[in-house]
């Protein structure tokens, strides 16, 4: 018998105890013994909840216990899952963790305490929820060179663009939606923001260059600029905009950033909509290869826990070669990185189009009845070159008064 404790109660550890007593058998199976919770850890009082029996609110008690070889971390944030991973660890006990936040700000040291205690920290559901794509990285795609990854890796932006685009809807009546849904918290800063999106796009990264990755160092931008009219634009030309989490390995330069992009239907994550995921590698072998499915959620999120917890009971007393190292990777900045750009400008096009060509070179100019003003596709610039355009032909533009650029979004088109 393996014993398991489960700190936090929550939404993600209730689907973990709930998933190890109805999928009993399976995981038995899975793990060549039955693995039985011990323990669950949290603040609060369950009364009337069969977890009554398991519950302690004494971290000691279960850091103490020999008998406890698995720790399931689903408390969220940094403290105390930081400090109490870390124990754990430390105490020759596995630990799994579903916290993007914990993996992102302290992955590399719990990957390396778990290395010199031979045992594992394993993560899998920190990305994706339940969509497979930490162990394809460390085991299937162990012979490739990743040269991209880009994801939609947050299920409440996607909902909300999701809601913008099929109907017309604005981004604060979305959110709103998305709120009353459960889907995004009261305080949706986080997910809207693009950090949670970064905190996955960094340990993805990590994971497809083996080094460790800053997460402050990445680009993000997140979606609360982006309007109902841009995706008026949007269905009149065939595209879509998704929230993409994307890092490109060009030799020995990486760019990694999280933003907005503008993408027709021939793009593989086209079609990854509401509050599912979507996942896409290229390695230099592989091709192209798509994860999709559900990224957030009680017991998709929880079934990719569960899966660590095999792996760990499988590899009792080794560490599974995952993760990265300590040495740092160098994101390059956001200057060299090159995209086309959708650009909104306030006038009427065949007034403005000739200063606009000036500026970006060659567009594609797309007009909307009744609007006064019009937008358009240039071709690919860098970010530095698109910016330095741009403020000249707003310098130039306003020079009356006018506003020139309304908006800017990255098209991948
Ligand atoms: N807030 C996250 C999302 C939860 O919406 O995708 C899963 O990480």
Known sequence: MVYVAVMGYGTIGSGVVEILDRNRSEVAKGAGEEVSVKYVLDLRDFPGDPVEEKLIHDFHILLEDPEVSVVVEAMGGLNP??????????????????????????????????????????????????????????????GERIEEIT??????????????DKEGSSFEAA???????????????????????????????????????????????????ITDVDFRYAEQMGTSVKLFGSSRMDGEQVHAWVAPVMIGKNHPLYAVSDVF?????????????????????????????????????????????????EEKLEIAGMDTSAHRYFVRVSGKAEEKKAAVEK?????????????????????????????????????????NGESGILQMIRAEL
């Open 81 to 142: 899952a930081y400090p109490f991973a870390k124990a754990c660890l430390e105490a020759g006990k596995h630990v799994v963790t579903s916290n993007k936040a914990l993996v992102a700000a302290h992955g590399t040291e719990l990957l390396k305490i778990a290395r010199e205690h031979h045992v594992n920290f394993l993560f899998e559901a920190s990305v994706g929820g339940g969509i497979p794509i930490i162990r394809p990285l460390y085991r299937c795609l162990k």
């Open 151 to 164: 994801g939609i890796l947050n299920g409440t932006t996607n909902y909300i663009l999701t809601k913008m």
């Open 175 to 225: 959110l709103k939606e998305a709120q009353d849904l459960g889907y995004a918290e009261r305080n949706p800063e986080a997910d809207v923001e693009g950090y949670d999106t970064c905190r996955k796009i960094a340990i993805l990264t990590a994971m497809a260059t083996g080094k460790e990755v800053n997460y402050e160092d990445i680009y993000t931008e997140g979606i609360t600029r």
């Open 277 to 325: 995921n979507g996942i896409l590698v290229k390695g230099n072998m592989l091709g192209t290869s798509m994860f999709y499915g559900s990224g957030a959620g009680k017991l998709p999120t929880a079934s990719a826990v569960v899966a660590d917890i095999i792996e760990a009971v499988e590899n009792r007393n080794s560490t599974v070669p995952l993760g990265w190292t």
């Open 359 to 399: 500026a970006f070179g060659e567009v594609q100019v797309i007009v909307l009845d009744g609007m006064d003003e019009f937008a358009v596709l240039t071709k690919k610039l860098a970010e530095a070159d698109f910016r330095r355009e741009a403020t000249a032909f707003d310098t130039e533009c306003c020079k």
